[in-house]
């Protein structure tokens, strides 16, 4: 941001610019006001990472107008989540529009190439934690990262967690994914030498207080290198793993 | 009790106890009522187990006067859980006392011979789990039971564990006590075919919440077979695996 | 387990076996793969018991798919449990599938000869309790377990209990169901010498918190010798009940 | 009041009162302000209860002062509650003073004759509970009630409490007092059929959470006749089983 | 109790009775068995008061089944609470059924005449706590007492409560009714001096909790004499007040 | 209110009104008593502000009839918050009734002209806050106060709200509205020099417990100045704001 | 802050400062860097307000550092809140520095001269207030406003309260203090039409849970114009109060 | 590990290695067993990082034991965290051993020299949150990476943050450390797009619950790229940045 202020300065003092102007474009910020929503058109340049939009609580209408600035502005390629099916078929005009039903996302202008460093592992304890894990997965997708997936691995049968060892050895980063009681994550963070994002699922039924008992019990982990997101927030752990696993985007 | 009340109603039938007296025996009920305290001295007979005092929250002079009725009626073994090393001290008068530091378990008359069908195991997930390990495994003894101590075995370096996979798995009952996130019953509940209690600890910091998250993580477990006792109740897992492992006393 | 392995390296040793493929086997567990699923064909060995179907959060096609693979491996009983009416009607073409409606049960090869020790006790508090209750009475049927069935005998009218006191003093395991305030478990503990596994319910309202009240008083049972389940966790505590009642199984 | 307001009119009507004056004397309320404490001076007259100094929270200077005041103004029997023994000994100086060390109650002017409808009944699960129902019980007497204390009756030994059974029916009110899971509210409302006031203690450790297992348990009762005070408030419950004992005041 | 068995061991002694079937008799319990519900058919006896179905959780088939067998045996006045409009509909057959939509009550037999000592109060803090308050004043009418309703007399415009100081201080029994901060029980638990039943209301939103501020504030009163019932429980408070004004059954 | 009494003692003096009628004057309270709601029609003059209909638990009847009385006795400005499109509907038949949908606000009589100290800002975290932060607009605007809406400028974009900070700076309340994390009220509390009204909302998900996490975020704001209302309670803080500025009413 | 970055710019253009410094002074922000903490001395331009020094976690070196600091750059009234009396012992150096013990306030350099719109009353319901009110007192007093105190109003005795009712109704903020069922905010809400502030403290035992009873009853207030701060936080309610009687500071 | 096991059959095959000694093998784990704590001397090779002792609920004499081993094993590096002062008072034998009081962390063997990828950010929201951040702060040194520390650089004073932008925008790592309302990682969040690790702490009072608000706030932010470990777990996220600061270990 420095030479871009730098740029403004020069500006100002070779007369090119009014100082009335330079202090308006220094406090003018980088976004579109749509009333409902600013859209921030510089996050992609700011961040390194195209925009995404948050699904719920907005109609369909919002989201259809939010693409539409997007696009204008350039931006092709278009995360959406949280997005109900009834939302998604209204969607369906956009020419490069993909839905994903289980994981609840939509997406316009495809999958990139993964870029990343190594592989981003997701992993669930039973079936019934798919849904949130495809948010993970395909979030770290749209984010350069090849993913693996290992379904219904939970602890209470650890051989089928076991098998996959060389697989949760060699990744970059591991997604662990669990309701119930959520031990996924220590026992995986006892097993690989990187990263573990936990990301507790509402799965389980009464103690389980839609998941608290996982959330906790997450965050208690035992095992060392395991960090925590919200229940059931699989785009979260998607995108930070994404984060992870580039690196060298810092340099 | 039926034999009890028949033989009673036979004397009522002779002649050789009186209605009032009958009535009153009915309703009379075995126990010494020591004002603070009623001592059940029936409890042997009617449960097969001999009485154990919770020593917190009496006084020294409570449980020493609990002691001296017991033994007076015959109570020669007794187990006084909860008992501060201050307390200890002024019981130590009675010449056949012992006192366990760790587990805060006084005992008098010495433990039993073991005459239950196999083996009690009590693992802990980590060192600090000790001292309600120890009342566990006390317990269990005091209740007749061989025990083998598994200690610091937790899920963040599972080959700990899996080390002892014999010895889990030809246990008749397993106790599992673990703070911080409790993982350690969901694993060994996967691993073995024999009742697992669950014993959360109040170990652990921050959002362990004195064992809320190693309780809901137990209550939550993936793995069936597994109940679960208050938190840091070593008595409670000790007793009850105790009656578990002497399924004849039934018959 | 450990003959597999010395069976495996002996052939090692002999050549008959490569050491690559030794490693792999070592390594390769016995389930298998649906990738929604991985489905659990040795626990029957392992464990002594047959493999349960918990279906909740799983689509009917994917029960469907894990029941055939299992009929295919020669698993001829299952049970179903959390099994949804609709979900129930896509199995009716299973020729020998019966499903319990107030359990929420679906079984398919009929319930095996009881060959416990003694006799497991359902008991529940009211009315409302019955469909958990059930739940944990087919359980124990399905696993092998001759059950007696004891409804609305709540505390606030103990002679309701009471009445039933030889059957409960005779039993080798009482379940103890209850919502509201949950007191059944702690009574029922101080009649009976044998272990009481405690099942909170949702039954209630205002501040029972859909079970937390049954839950912290069943935890809290001044009575020795019971533990707790989940909340409505009627298959946990008939499976555990299942377990203590077949101790012959450990030698 | 309306005789007060209707004279005060009457004064102003013929003169004798400004109506300067008869305004202050509506507004005016007669309680005595000492800054930190506004002592209530009439309530005697107001609700036929004697003031009661609630100690927690009050220095042992405010305290003395508020007794100064009261004397002076003709109370001549004081009851101070969560009394310290450390503030008791500064109140030494006062004759008539007595300190009961088990329910930290402080007492001026002796207990009044028993003049209530019928008896209070104060029962305890557990020894632990005592000091609790010592405040309830005390608090009762000065209230002028005769009081029957049933210590150490927990629901884990039902036959204690079922043998006093005749004291428990004749009651005219009975405050159950328990810790752990509290199940004694709801088995004691099943056998009376007068008011019950059920008091939660902070007895108890790991899942009673300071008293919250019981005041759930208790709320939920599913006897009918019963209501809850909150954890550890002997007073209140001593204190409301007095009123209910007098209903001739009301007329 | 004691006549009964007196009079049984008296035909015991007198060879009218054997011994098999008195043992038998004292154990069996007055009720009738209808296997999902043991119903109390000496309860108006032992407690002096008549049964009350539970509605909530009861098919509308049980409900009629349990209204049957307690018409059979001479019980000819019932009230049923928590009753679905739906399930109402089907126990329209019954003559003198009817039904009190707003407080989802129905009743059989009609209203006794009031019998108590003096009036029961029911007052609610808004008009959305009508409903609770209506169970609570219908099952008061119900045990014979004559009820007075103050609705919408919340805090927050105190002079609509103050308008009603006489009513208030002259009645036997109050019933304070209020969702959102509950603040009404200790308003009027300060102005009355009689006992204040109080009754927090799942009226409200937010940091309301579905009434857990009510309840809490209801617990902690600042005033003497209110004790509390469970979250939107109007037939607790309505069974309790009656006992409260009835208290002649006593002696 | 001491003009009306010292009016009404004079008339008593002189004799023009009777010592009854003036005790009965001064106990009667100024409001329509409709049964199931008491409507307060002397709050106006009082608390300097017009009736307010809470439309959450009346029914659309109730609601009219209340709208009735207050316009027959002159109040010609009327705001029903939480009214539902159903109930709204039904209101029609007023001819100067208007319905905002998005804050579920009903109005009669119009917007009055703002006649406040500065302006109010209605800043939100997101584009889901707004239903609550129209509602608090409304309510404000009604009150008679300019309102500057500032929507979806929550701190994961801080450039959004700093954008906005003259705006901010010139405010005479702001109204900081989020769900999630609630960070914006400590991020504008930091900025400002007037108070800040902090209304957590119940958008998000998981962890964040229906508005519990913002609540708890608001109540710990590190900036001073800075106030908290009910999860989602747009309308107090539209209220507030209004009081707040409007301080000439003081005097 | 706009004239300043404008006399920057200007600055720029005719050369007298470089774009280097003055891009430097556009970033540098306006604080004093001691390390363990960032002293913000413009606060008092751009706030409005002097600096408060948070005392708890902060050790009596670093308050004392601060202190000199400040002084050494003009600022010669300081608040200290949250200060231990050992720490406070620390600062008696300082010639000006007085200690307010039960408030655990430090202040330097004295109370400034009262210029607000009106008065700011603090009111609590209890004498165990006290300590809380003080701090919000002698906040405000330091914010410039003329405070009176009304102590031990609570609403179980409310003519304490209504005698004060024209003080109240004369105020400009009100804050109402209160532990246990917190209701003394929603009354004192009912009575007057300025703001009213809502302290909860952690005063009470039991299910008082150390504030939260009154924080949420507090945060329900069916009172319109009532806000809330966090539990025990005098100093932010007093300095709120401060802002809100001092609205001329926006213009 | 895949290595060692084919070593180990090699030398099976070839004869040097008895079928029964390298089953035993290739059970035994990798770990010295103490009795009260197995020490894991293989985890730094299967894990890349050495071992690190959690000094908390172990005797100063089990962390003496278990440092002996270590160092006669060649572990010549040793962190201990969670070290009382008494406790490393007793470690002061060892010659190169250092203790930093403000983060109890103790160090046997110095610091290595950094070799990660980029800097560790640590930054706290205030001057009480050091002792975590310390923590955090030389568990990130002790794992090899460079660290700058930005201390009290809280939300309410944007101003002291943003002055960091560019130190902030060029990390690879951040750590935000912040008790009370947590707001802190969302604003960073926001600011950078390396990957955030927040840590809660348990500073603040009342409604802050000792680190829940922190914590809940945390785990809701609304920037991508945020995850959260325990409340004051510094240990955990500077070992987790040294994970994320070192990506080629993976390779």
Same mark, same amino acid.
């Given at each position: 941001?420095?030479?871009?202020?730098?740029?403004?300065?020069?500006?100002?003092?070779?007369?090119?610019?009014?100082?009335?102007?330079?202090?308006?474009?220094?406090?003018?910020?980088?976004?579109?006001?749509?009333?409902?929503?600013?859209?921030?058109?510089?996050?992609?340049?700011?961040?390194?990472?195209?925009?995404?939009?948050?699904?719920?609580?907005?109609?369909?209408?919002?989201?259809?107008?939010?693409?539409?600035?997007?696009?204008?502005?350039?931006?092709?390629?278009?995360?959406?989540?949280?997005?109900?099916?009834?939302?998604?078929?209204?969607?369906?005009?956009?020419?490069?529009?993909?839905?994903?039903?289980?994981?609840?996302?939509?997406?316009?202008?495809?999958?990139?190439?993964?870029?990343?460093?190594?592989?981003?592992?997701?992993?669930?304890?039973?079936?019934?934690?798919?849904?949130?894990?495809?948010?993970?997965?395909?979030?770290?997708?749209?984010?350069?990262?090849?993913?693996?997936?290992?379904?219904?691995?939970?602890?209470?049968?650890?051989?089928?967690?076991?098998?996959?060892?060389?697989?949760?050895?060699?990744?970059?980063?591991?997604?662990?994914?669990?309701?119930?009681?959520?031990?996924?994550?220590?026992?995986?963070?006892?097993?690989?030498?990187?990263? *573990?994002?936990? &990301?507790?699922?509402?799965? /389980?039924? @009464? +103690?389980? =207080?839609?998941?608290?008992?996982?959330?906790?019990? $997450?965050?208690?982990?035992?095992?060392?290198? *395991?960090?925590? &997101?919200?229940?059931?927030? /699989?785009? @979260? +752990?998607? =995108?930070?793993?994404?984060?992870?696993?580039?690196? $060298?985007?810092?340099?």
């Amino acid at each position: 941001m420095g030479s871009d202020i730098r740029a403004l300065l020069a500006g100002v003092r070779d007369g090119s610019v009014s100082i009335e102007e330079a202090e308006l474009q220094i406090r003018r910020e980088p976004f579109v006001d749509m009333g409902f929503a600013k859209i921030d058109l510089h996050r992609k340049i700011r961040q390194g990472q195209a925009e995404v939009i948050y699904g719920a609580g907005k109609t369909a209408e919002q989201i259809s107008g939010i693409i539409t600035v997007m696009k204008a502005r350039g931006q092709d390629r278009i995360l959406i989540t949280r997005l109900d099916p009834e939302k998604a078929e209204t969607l369906r005009g956009n020419t490069d529009f993909e839905y994903f039903g289980q994981a609840r996302i939509g997406l316009i202008g495809g999958m990139p190439e993964p870029d990343g460093l190594g592989t981003v592992i997701v992993a669930t304890g039973g079936t019934s934690d798919i849904p949130v894990a495809e948010e993970a997965a395909l979030t770290a997708e749209y984010c350069g990262n090849k993913v693996t997936r290992l379904y219904d691995v939970g602890v209470a049968g650890l051989h089928r967690l076991l098998s996959h060892s060389d697989e949760l050895m060699s990744a970059s980063v591991v997604i662990a994914i669990a309701g119930m009681e959520g031990a996924l994550a220590s026992v995986i963070g006892g097993l690989v030498d990187c990263p *573990v994002i936990a &990301v507790p699922t509402s799965v /389980g039924y @009464g +103690a389980s =207080f839609h998941g608290i008992a996982a959330l906790l019990s $997450m965050l208690n982990s035992c095992a060392s290198g *395991v960090s925590v &997101v919200n229940i059931d927030n /699989g785009f @979260g +752990a998607g =995108f930070l793993a994404g984060r992870i696993n580039h690196p $060298m985007r810092l340099s």
